[in-house]
């Protein structure tokens, strides 16, 4: 038996990892709100990229954790016996921890939440260090450790190349966004133990990419080891590129590439794009 390893639907994690270690993945909420006033509520996996971004273009999203019921189903689903481990996006963007302790409390299991402090990619960064360490058999408090020590070393850095889905979503007021648009603003901003930053507004995608290269050379540790994951939306192209463009300084011992889901979407639009990676001191 192994310790099992449950996670939000924030985090980024290719389907095909999620399968193969054992991941318990627990959809977030979305809310389509029409025009006349109708709501109709989903999971996050009912629902494809392309279909927010044409709701977006009539309507709007709000989105939300999933229910404690939701967790807890996970939870009994995970475990094995030996206990679980619970990962899930930064508090600072979601509830989704404080459903996951309260289905913990529920459950009557051994269970230990971890917030990532990130999301996307990054959380899922976490969640498959955690994964890894269950399947080497290791219990529920160093499997917690490594999550814990993992989000404590985990940089997320992103740009969003459009700024209307900002400003649709009152996270920009209009004429922000009017002037961002004509000099192409790309804000650039850094995820990383539950707290995001700006770094810069880029007028180019390679400015953009200049910014989120800087920060992970900066970061980095002197014979340490390069987990790193490149992060699209709709076009995967300039995440890419700049997971080649690290790779060439920094080979990486782990690297997949993950799409923003939808629920981030919702609030960004398709342009976000970028990197996260965190640095494994050799032992």
Not at 81 to 104: L, M
Not at 218 to 247: C, F, I, K, M, Y
Request: glycine letters at 8%.
């Amino acid at each position: 038996m192994t310790v099992g390893v449950v996670a939000d639907s924030a985090a980024s994690i290719p389907l095909d990892k999620a399968s193969s270690l054992g991941v318990v993945v627990v959809p977030m909420q979305l809310s389509l709100v029409y025009p006349d006033g109708r709501e109709s509520e989903m999971r996050e996996d009912q629902i494809s990229i392309e279909e927010v971004l044409a709701h977006l273009e009539t309507g709007r999203i709000k989105t939300s954790a999933p229910p404690p019921g939701a967790f807890l189903e996970a939870i009994e689903q995970a475990d094995q016996g030996d206990g679980v481990v619970v990962c899930t996006v930064t508090e600072r963007v979601s509830s989704s921890i404080r459903s996951a302790k309260v289905a913990s409390g529920l459950s009557g299991r051994l269970v230990e939440v971890v917030d990532t402090g990130s999301a996307a990619g990054g959380e899922a960064l976490v969640v498959l260090a955690a994964a890894k360490a269950a399947k080497e058999g290791l219990g529920v408090a160093e499997v917690t450790e490594t999550a814990s020590s993992v989000a404590g070393r985990l940089r997320l850095v992103a740009a969003v190349s459009s700024l209307d889905y900002l400003q649709r979503g009152g996270r920009l007021p209009p004429l922000a966004a009017s002037i961002g648009r004509l000099i192409g603003a790309q804000p650039v901003f850094e995820l990383s133990q539950g707290r995001i930053r700006p770094l810069t507004i880029a007028t180019s995608h390679e400015r953009a990419q200049s910014t989120i290269l800087g920060r992970l050379r900066r970061s980095a540790t002197p014979n340490a080891r390069l987990h790193l994951a490149a992060l699209g939306a709709v076009d995967h192209d300039l995440a890419r590129r700049t997971a080649e463009a690290a790779a060439l300084e920094f080979p990486p011992v782990e690297y997949f590439e993950a799409s923003f889901t939808p629920v981030m979407i919702a609030h960004t639009g398709p342009g976000v794009w970028g990197l996260a990676w965190w640095w494994e001191e050799e032992q």
